[in-house]
């Protein structure tokens, strides 16, 4: 067996997704962190905010830094900015130094995020890789929810103390340094081979544009979760829900999506390439089932709950097909561009839903009457996608 196949290689890479998320994870401090910095809540904000900013930049130079260093010594790299800047505000309440030590820990996060996706296309192949990326995919929500608990247990001891969540990057990068093969071996085996068959249809000597076509589909499917994700507590409000049993169907939708990662490979075996359909298909019937609720909570809080369980099967897919489309030493270049799709699409989904609602001639201020309006026609061009892509796979078979 060699040694990537091995359990503990597999936990050792995967630990590195499990510190992805974890910029949230402090956001139970924010209250006490005002009083305690004399600063804005505004300004607190930003804390939580700033790193998923830099993350992006970052993300984009990672190819970069990679093509320098290897993917094993560059992934160490950023998790040891992540665990330094991480436990930075844990000594200090300057809260420049803060704001400096969080654009830092998004610098961490940016470098290796690409890397936690693409190195699983080196490593692996066929049913081992798509499960791989499955597993990878719920790892990211499962290190949220537990990242956010241990930070609210350490919030006992004061706001400081939350920041101490970030140690755990140590072991972890411990783990993956003593465990993780380096791949450079194994990338440069490729391009021997690559020169050896010359002529080898199966494997792409260039990046092929349908990269572009995923990227923004990514950012597409992005705007449709978050559209659902993010109108959901103004819906619920409506209808004179608390917040407490709001913020419960949230944490319960990332645990759909959790297991969506986690059975990603085995519906992945089950429905190969129209997987991608499948999926689409569901966030089909969760958009018209919170769009066609009239009112009615349980069916709305099906749809909401039903949303995380598809982007983790589309998600991992269209990794998945990033090997096919761009040789292996472009991948952590390809899948950082992935990124951005879906980066973007998080940033722009007020703006396209408010566009939307413009163009259905809906321009009420209200985000629940413009999330009745606009989810189910983001629901029907996801339709019209999966029916698309349906005829093009069989086609293709």
């Given at each position: 067996m060699q040694s990537q196949d091995k359990w503990i290689t597999k936990i050792a890479f995967l630990g590195i997704s499990f510190m992805l998320t974890s910029a949230y994870a402090i956001n139970g401090a924010m209250p006490q962190m005002t009083k305690a910095?004399?600063?804005?809540?505004?300004?607190?904000?930003?804390?939580?905010?700033?790193?998923?900013?830099?993350?992006?930049?970052?993300?984009?130079?990672?190819?970069?830094?990679?093509a320098k260093l290897g993917d094993k010594k560059t992934i160490m790299l950023g998790m040891l900015l992540v665990g330094f800047a991480g436990i930075v505000p844990f000594f200090v309440t300057s809260y420049p130094i803060i704001l400096v030590s969080r654009m830092v820990l998004g610098a961490g996060f940016g470098i290796f995020n690409s890397l936690a996706v693409s190195m699983i296309a080196v490593m692996y192949q066929?049913?081992?890789?798509?499960?791989?990326?499955?597993?990878?995919?719920?790892?990211?929500?499962?290190?949220?929810?537990?990242?956010t608990f241990i930070a609210g247990l350490l919030l006992n001891f004061g706001w400081q103390t939350t920041?101490?969540?970030?140690?755990?990057?140590?072991?972890?990068?411990?783990?993956?340094?003593?465990?993780v093969p380096d791949t450079t071996e194994m990338l440069a085996a490729d391009q021997k081979n690559n020169k050896k068959t010359h002529i080898n249809r199966n494997v792409p000597q260039n990046i092929s544009p349908l990269v572009w076509?995923?990227?923004?589909?990514?950012?597409?499917?992005?705007?449709?979760?978050?559209?659902?994700?993010?109108?959901?507590?103004?819906?619920?409000?409506?209808?004179?829900?608390?917040?407490?049993?709001?913020?419960?169907?949230?944490?319960?939708?990332?645990?759909?999506?959790?297991?969506?990662?986690?059975?990603?490979?085995?519906?992945?075996?089950?429905?190969?390439?129209?997987?991608?359909?499948?999926?689409?298909?569901?966030?089909?019937?969760?958009?018209?089932?919170?769009?066609?609720?009239?009112?009615?909570?349980?069916?709305?809080?099906?749809?909401?709950?039903?949303?995380?369980?598809?982007?983790?099967?589309?998600?991992?897919?269209?990794?998945?097909q990033l090997p096919n489309l761009a040789p292996l030493k472009k991948q952590p270049f390809v899948t950082s561009i992935?990124?951005?799709?879906?980066?973007?699409?998080?940033?722009?989904?007020?703006?396209?839903?408010?566009?939307?609602?413009?163009?259905?001639?809906?321009?009420?201020?209200?985000?629940?009457?413009?999330?009745?309006t606009t989810i189910p026609l983001l629901g029907i061009i996801l339709l019209i996608i999966a029916g698309v892509t349906f005829i093009t796979n069989r086609k293709r078979a």
């Open positions: 910095l004399g600063v804005s809540a505004t300004q607190v904000q930003a804390l939580a905010t700033t790193p998923s900013i830099v993350v992006t930049v970052f993300v984009l130079l990672s190819s970069f830094i990679a066929g049913q081992t890789r798509a499960t791989m990326l499955g597993w990878r995919a719920a790892v990211e929500q499962i290190g949220q929810a537990v990242l920041f101490l969540v970030y140690l755990l990057a140590f072991p972890i990068l411990y783990l993956f340094y003593v465990r076509v995923l990227t923004l589909f990514a950012a597409f499917i992005v705007i449709d979760y978050m559209a659902i994700q993010l109108s959901f507590p103004f819906m619920a409000q409506s209808l004179g829900v608390s917040g407490l049993l709001v913020s419960t169907i949230l944490s319960l939708m990332l645990v759909a999506a959790m297991v969506g990662g986690l059975v990603y490979g085995g519906m992945q075996k089950l429905f190969g390439r129209f997987t991608l359909q499948v999926g689409l298909l569901l966030m089909v019937l969760s958009n018209f089932l919170v769009a066609f609720s009239n009112g009615n909570f349980v069916t709305l809080t099906i749809g909401v709950l039903l949303i995380g369980f598809p982007m983790q099967l589309i998600s991992p897919f269209i990794f998945s992935v990124l951005i799709g879906f980066n973007v699409g998080v940033f722009v989904e007020p703006f396209a839903l408010s566009l939307l609602a413009k163009i259905m001639g809906n321009e009420t201020h209200s985000v629940s009457e413009a999330a009745y």
